[in-house]
């Protein structure tokens, strides 16, 4: 914790003199001092500090700029959600060599840094439309030392990234503007302007490989819309739900605001559906009896497969 104080004192510091002598925002001032710190042109006291100690300094100067700019778009996954999401990639991949993945809202690439710093044996992609945020990503990936190739466009267009072992994704919730995009999708809604989170799904499983695992926080109530009998023929067409996670009640401010982990698995000629799909709840965090019965829960699951 103290080093990770330091770099985040060191980062504010230099942040703040950029929003002071350059007129930026704050998230703006972040970013060059990321960029300077690369450059060399000032020193970020990096050494004994361990990934997560950087990762988590550069989330809570970034936290502090989307804070001050309150932009709808510029939100990031806790971390409690991006272990969670880390948990069950280790699980699912422990006995792989190494691991290609992608996160199609990459944002400022919380969540896929997360998962590469648990995991320790990924190659990742990441796709964002927004200029600012892909920039912070890059900046703490070169930082982070983390081997990931970023693309900056919609990511419902169509994609220059082969196919993955594994997506992840916090799935963006709302409805997607670009209709003429949204009509190249199965998912595309037959009345009105179709769900940007179910399309995410879709074009998740375009590039997800077959067999292959996707890892989506999607909002609690995804099963609940109008659209939702839609999106449940196209999963039973293409993919098998391995596992639907209730994350910890408290755990978000309002119902609205309350988000699941879904994890599908590509359908593979080869392949079988699970014996039984893992439908569990998250206790409290601060429950450690309970939490150890959970991940005691899943590890048996698993055996079972």
């Known amino acids: 914790m103290e080093k990770m104080e330091q770099l985040f004192a060191a980062l504010n510091e230099k942040a703040d003199h950029f929003v002071d002598t350059q007129q930026v925002s704050y998230l703006e001032g972040v970013l060059d001092a990321l960029d300077t710190a690369l450059a060399g ?63 199609p809202a990459l944002g400022t690439g919380n969540l896929v840094f997360t998962i590469m ?3 320790g044996k990924v190659e990742a992609t990441g796709i964002e439309v927004d200029e600012l945020l892909i920039h912070l990503a890059s900046a703490t990936a070169e930082l982070l030392a983390q081997p990931i190739t970023l693309y900056r466009q919609d990511a419902l267009e169509k994609l220059l990234v082969a196919p993955v072992d594994a997506v992840v994704c916090d799935l963006p919730v709302g409805y997607y503007p670009n209709e003429e995009v949204a009509l190249e999708y199965e998912l ?24 292959g695992y996707a890892f989506f926080l999607i909002p609690a109530t995804l099963f609940e819309s109008e659209q939702a009998a839609q ?3 196209y999963i039973k067409s293409h993919a098998w739900i391995q596992a639907v996670i209730q994350l910890p009640d408290g755990m978000f401010t309002s119902r609205a605001h309350e ?47």
């Open 41 to 103: 042109d000032y020193v970020l006291p990096t050494a004994d500090a361990t990934k997560d100690d950087i990762r988590k300094a550069v989330q809570i100067a970034v936290l502090k700029g989307m804070r001050k700019a309150s932009q709808p778009n510029h939100q990031m996954t806790p971390d409690t959600l991006g272990f969670l999401v880390g948990y069950f990639v280790e699980q699912f991949y422990q006995d792989s060599d190494n691991v290609t993945l992608l996160d």
């Open 117 to 119: 710093n648990m995991v």
């Open 188 to 211: 595309c809604a037959t009345e009105g302007m179709s769900y940007a989170h179910h399309l995410f799904i879709e074009q998740s499983m375009n590039y997800v490989k077959e067999g």
């Open 231 to 233: 999106l449940h023929k």
């Open 259 to 305: 988000k699941s982990l879904l994890i599908l698995q590509k359908q593979h000629a080869e392949m079988r559906a699970p014996k039984e799909v893992l439908l569990a709840k998250v206790p409290s965090l601060q429950n450690k009896n309970a939490l150890g019965l959970f991940f005691e829960k899943v590890k048996i699951w698993q055996e079972q497969k």
